[in-house]
């Protein structure tokens, strides 16, 4: 099983930044793919961001290009969602994911609790 837990959330003011953080624990899959996703009121929960374990591939929604960044630290098994230049339609509940490309356990998919962002404008 992997556990994952995200934070630095909170209230920001229209074009200010916050980091998000997910910390994985347990028996993280030796090859994965990564995302944030976000799921404002009323709207379905879409894909912001992912990232591969390897970090060579990355994928970013059209909305969040050349504001967010996504980045991984394979040593603390952390992974980060840089958000500049924020915007009150990024105001959400973002969640990270995991899922297992990983030979024995491909195809199970992890989420964490998430945590809120809300950009006040």
């Known amino acids: 099983q992997v556990q994952l837990v995200e934070s630095g959330g909170g209230l920001v003011q229209a074009g200010g930044s916050l980091r998000l953080s997910c910390a994985a624990s347990g028996r993280t899959p030796s090859s994965y793919v990564m995302g944030w996703y976000r799921q404002a009121p009323g709207k379905d929960r879409e894909c912001v961001a992912t990232?591969?374990?390897?970090?060579?591939?990355?994928y970013y929604a059209d909305s969040v290009k050349g504001r967010f960044t996504i980045s991984g630290d394979n040593a603390k098994n952390t992974f980060y969602l840089q958000m500049n230049s924020l915007k009150p339609e990024d105001t959400a509940i973002y969640y990270c994911?995991?899922?297992?490309?990983?030979?024995?356990?491909?195809?199970?998919?992890?989420w964490g609790q998430g945590t809120q962002v809300t950009v006040s404008s």
């Open positions: 994911k995991i899922d297992s490309r990983d030979v024995v356990t491909i195809g199970q998919v992890y």
């Open positions: 990232i591969n374990r390897s970090g060579n591939a990355m």
